[in-house]
Antibody, heavy 122, light 111 residues
Framework: QLQLQESGPGLVKPSETLSLTCTVSGDSINSRSYYWGWIRQPPGMGLEWIGTIYYSGSTYYNPSLKSRVTISVDTSENHFSLKLTSVTAADTAVYYC??????????????WGQGTLVTVSS | QSVLTQPPSVSGAPGQRVTISCTASNSNIGAYYDIHWYQQLPGTAPKLLIYANSNRPSGVPGRFSGSKSGTSASLAISGLQAEDEADYYCQSYDSSVSGSMFGGGTKLTVL
């Protein structure tokens, strides 16, 4: 059974860099069938796609965050990571990692991590 | 960038049928790409509920169904149960950014 687990600091100071890792178990991140993604949800608000990465390192980012986001993959450790620079209180959210699967016309997320709350505060 | 619009809230009594709509702002993208639905129970991660407009993953009850016509999609829940009280999100693909977009979410209240 595929499992994804987010890890990283729960508190980040304003202007610093948020760093999270998603460890994948039960499947290889090297699979050519899937992309891997990050999605966030501010408290009491909806879901926002951050970006996705392929095992080869190919990435796609939300334009609204692109200048501050880097997603990377470590196939030897079977995990992928998120870095978000120059954070503000507006980046406070639950951050989810998920597996993206291709459909006939588009893509969807079939497995999700439990999420991790990151608070930006001094 | 395209937008998916959902009603903020819907409600229904146990046993009733409710529908949640999802409308794409961009006619080209909305008509071509599939819509997917997620259920988010309070305090938990989203769970895939319907994929490719009308398909249920294994384990999702048949009370949940989806449909799509043109730029609009709907999620229907029949035989409403108290445990269905949750937030529901639609999602699709935005080719202009080669990424995913989510609707704003709909809170379902079981009366």
């Amino acid at each position: 059974q595929l499992q994804l687990q987010e890890s990283g600091p729960g508190l980040v100071k304003p202007s610093e860099t948020l760093s999270l890792t998603c460890t994948v178990s039960g499947d290889s991140i090297n699979s050519r069938s899937y992309y891997w993604g990050w999605i966030r949800q501010p408290p009491g608000m909806g879901l926002e796609w951050i970006g996705t990465i392929y095992y080869s390192g190919s990435t796609y980012y939300n334009p609204s965050l692109k200048s501050r986001v880097t997603i990377s993959v470590d196939t030897s450790e079977n995990h992928f990571s998120l870095k978000l620079t120059s954070v503000t209180a507006a980046d406070t959210a639950v951050y989810y990692c998920a597996r993206r699967i291709s459909g006939s016309y588009g893509y969807y997320f079939d497995y999700w991590g439990q999420g991790t709350l990151v608070t930006v505060s001094s | 960038q395209s937008v998916l619009t959902q009603p903020p809230s819907v409600s229904g009594a146990p046993g009733q049928r409710v529908t949640i709509s999802c409308t794409a702002s961009n006619s080209n993208i909305g008509a071509y790409y599939d819509i997917h639905w997620y259920q988010q129970l309070p305090g938990t991660a989203p769970k895939l509920l319907i994929y490719a407009n009308s398909n249920r993953p294994s384990g999702v009850p048949g009370r949940f169904s989806g449909s799509k016509s043109g730029t609009s999609a709907s999620l229907a829940i029949s035989g409403l149960q108290a445990e269905d009280e949750a937030d529901y999100y639609c999602q699709s693909y935005d080719s202009s950014v080669s990424g995913s977009m989510f609707g704003g979410g709909t809170k379902l209240t079981v009366l």
